[in-house]
């Protein structure tokens, strides 16, 4: 049964919802317009947190196993957007149009509900071969009203001009906005009780929390002096600053991220950057640039304005997958750790 209905595009997500969030990454990102009021998901009445449990008790929702946690229904939920749905039972047809939200709807073991996907959508390899929907800016509106889905999930990418132009269509847009990976965990946790898969979204936050740890109890001893200056190029020309989880997660690894003094996806101040003098430079490792057929590494290191900075001279660049970095999903803790060892190899094993 359908739910009952109650942000300037950044060169990132769009690849980097294949190829930023669906990212296989030009790394495009999306902005989402007006901010929501709450960061993550939405809110419910008493929202499940990361680590903690997230039973609702009562009678079980529909695929909930005998002793296992289970949704009551109807089930009300605010997402991104301040939007709120009343579900009467567990969504039976479901539509990603964010790679990050798809990949946790498969690490769910919802996969068979997926009747579509984005563009971009490339992991598992199973949800490469699902319907497509369009971009995960823009979503083909045909498509999603032929899909017939009882929800469709947008992630950070998609504006919401765009998620209020599809739900005047009856389109049932459930948005989330994580900013952190805290954020994340709760979303999966959210997920797990739209879905009536509350063990195994608890299940996934639990191996994300000893992700967290691992990186965590590596870095925990590192004195103020001996943090690492870092720099994401994940885009030429382009960096992210503080209010955005690639930021977090430079931070989390013990990092100090040089562009930190500005907000969120923004292009490189190249004068700033060679004054900041970063000591590790992190670039997404299979890249290669539209323009001059490049990869991001050999733009890196030919220029020559940048000869002296510590990290060109200390061959401190370190390559990494771009979507465990770019999606906000059940991987984002693996991208985590993948930049701790960027930034401190002898530390993070």
Known sequence: MKATRETTGKRWLRKGAAALLGLT?????????????????????DPPKAGAGANTGGQAGTGASAGAKATVYPFKVKDA???EFTFAKAPARIVSVSPSETETLFALGLGDKVVGVSDYDDY??????????GSIVKPNEEALIAANAD???????????????LRSLQVNVFKVDPKTVEDVMNNILI????????????????????????VTDAVKDLK????????I??????????????DELITL????????????????????????????????????????????????????????????????????????????GPRITQGLLEVAKGIYPELVK
Do not use: H
Not at 124 to 133: F, L, Y
């Open 233 to 246: 190029e994940f885009s030429p020309g382009w960096t992210v600053g503080k209010g955005e989880f690639m």
């Open 81 to 83: 957007t301040g939007q």
């Open 191 to 214: 997920f797990g009780q739209l879905f009536d898969k509350q063990e195994q979204a608890e299940k996934l936050v639990a191996g994300m929390k000893a992700d967290l740890q691992k």
């Open 25 to 45: 990454l030009a790394w495009s990102l999306a902005g989402c317009g007006e901010k929501p009021k709450t960061p993550g998901a939405g809110d419910l009445a």
């Open 253 to 328: 690894s013990g990092g100090i991220n040089v562009a930190s003094n500005v907000k969120g996806f923004a292009q490189m101040n190249e004068e700033q950057i060679i004054a900041d003098n970063p000591q590790v430079i992190l670039y997404p490792n299979n890249l290669i640039d539209e323009k001059s057929k490049k990869t991001m590494d050999q733009i890196i290191k030919e220029r020559s304005s940048w000869a002296g900075i510590d990290a060109i001279k200390n061959n401190r660049l370190a390559g990494l997958d771009q979507n465990l970095i770019s999606r906000p």
């Open 151 to 165: 929800v469709v999930l947008s992630g950070v990418s998609l504006p919401v001009p765009v998620v209020d132009k």
């Open 224 to 231: 103020p002096e001996q943090k690492k200056r870092v720099l």
């Open 124 to 133: 598992p390899a199973e949800a490469a071969g699902k319907p497509k929907m």
